[in-house]
């Protein structure tokens, strides 16, 4: 059983960065993928990128490629989704999420944990 819980979130200007953190319970975070997911208000939940078990793959939407990195450090039991040239539509709620295989996936369908969120709002 896995445990997620993300921070980070807030209110930014347009153009600013935020981190977001995902800690993690649990003795297997470290054979778990990762991936972040985001939902803006009257949408649906969309990819925004993902992370092996190792660190050594990731992948990120198109929509924030170039302006949003994910990493993670095992030994700390988190994964960070760096948030870079903020739009406004980059405003959502942002969810960490755990899948029980060692390889990467944009499919939301494939995660077995999630986090509860954290809101982060673009100002234009």
């Known amino acids: 059983q896995v445990q997620l819980v993300e921070s980070g979130g807030g209110l930014v200007q347009a153009g600013g960065s935020l981190r977001l953190s995902c800690a993690a319970s649990?003795?297997?975070?470290?054979?778990?993928?990762m991936g972040w997911f985001r939902q803006a208000p009257g949408k649906e939940r969309e990819f925004v990128a993902a992370?092996?078990?190792?660190?050594?793959?990731?992948f990120v939407a198109d929509s924030v490629k170039g302006r949003f990195t994910i990493s993670r450090d095992n030994a700390r039991k988190t994964v960070y989704l760096q948030m870079n040239s903020l739009k406004p539509e980059d405003t959502a709620v942002y969810y960490c999420?755990?899948?029980?295989?060692?390889?990467?996936?944009?499919?939301?369908?494939?995660?077995?944990?999630w986090g509860q969120g954290t809101q982060v709002t673009v100002s234009s």
């Open positions: 999420a755990g899948r029980q295989y060692t390889g990467i996936n944009y499919w939301s369908g494939s995660y077995n944990y």
């Open positions: 649990g003795r297997t975070f470290s054979s778990y993928a």
């Open positions: 992370i092996s078990w190792s660190g050594g793959s990731t």
